[in-house]
T-cell receptor, first 118, second 113 residues
Framework: NAGVMQNPRHLVRRRGQEARLRCSPMKGHSHVYWYRQLPEEGLKFMVYLQKENIIDESGMPKERFSAEFPKEGPSILRIQQVVRGDSAAYFC????????????????FGPGTRLTVL | GESVGLHLPTLSVQEGDNSIINCAYSNSASDYFIWYKQESGKGPQFIIDIRSNMDKRQGQRVTVLLNKTVKHLSLQIAATQPGDSAVYFCAENFGSYGQNFVFGPGTRLSVLP
């Protein structure tokens, strides 16, 4: 069973360009989460999606950032008009549907995409 | 606001000794906690989890203790090995949908030969 897959692993963009980060959850997982990690810091929650729905985007900047998880294909985190402050590692995690009566389930992480904005 | 923090940002232990990594959380409503290990250049790797209806849970060489009274979580690693060197994060379940996790800043564990 393949784990969470992310691509590209490394992405370099110039200021003003667009960055598209892809995440394929583990087989059987219908919940996807995106986190951002700055060097020497913990992970910051950005957005939580289920198939075709954004459930919680409270951690995502209101402008330039968007996320989707279409019925078919990977989840996409898109950053438009990137700035140097967007440079970070972006991690995707996935989980299965929690058992009945349980609030949540373990999240499994992908290897991350390291975005560098020049 | 809710926060998760760690008492020790760095920890150095001798190979073979036991390691204890601590974590404080502030959201008394949180009911699920996870410890992750992150090696350099890699994504967080699940180690062990615990729900709030438990005080202790054991895995292979790892034990997580939860003290809800003082909102404290700890990870114990027995017979620490060089391969245990990494940054360890605790994560607290948070959010109305029960899916939002708040991560602490992490503790770097260094295992000395």
């Amino acid at each position: 069973n393949a784990g969470v897959m992310q691509n590209p692993r490394h992405l370099v963009r110039r200021r003003g360009q667009e960055a598209r980060l892809r995440c394929s959850p583990m087989k059987g997982h219908s919940h996807v989460y995106w986190y951002r990690q700055l060097p020497e810091e913990g992970l910051k929650f950005m957005v939580y999606l289920q198939k075709e729905n954004i459930i919680d985007e409270s951690g995502m900047p209101k402008e330039r950032f968007s996320a989707e998880f279409p019925k078919e294909g990977p989840s996409i985190l898109r950053i438009q008009q990137v700035v140097r402050g967007d440079s970070a590692a972006y991690f995707c995690a996935s989980s299965t549907t929690p058992p009945r009566g349980v609030s949540t389930d373990t999240q499994y992480f992908g290897p991350g995409t390291r975005l560098t904005v020049l | 606001g809710e926060s998760v923090g760690l008492h020790l940002p760095t920890l150095s232990v001798q190979e073979g000794d036991n390691s204890i990594i601590n974590c404080a959380y502030s959201n008394s409503a949180s009911d699920y906690f996870i410890w992750y290990k992150q090696e350099s250049g890699k994504g967080p790797q699940f180690i062990i989890d615990i729900r709030s209806n438990m005080d202790k849970r054991q895995g292979q060489r790892v034990t997580v203790l939860l003290n809800k009274t003082v909102k404290h979580l700890s990870l114990q690693i027995a017979a620490t090995q060089p391969g245990d060197s990494a940054v360890y994060f605790c994560a607290e379940n948070f959010g109305s949908y029960g899916q939002n996790f708040v991560f602490g800043p992490g503790t770097r564990l260094s295992v000395l030969p």
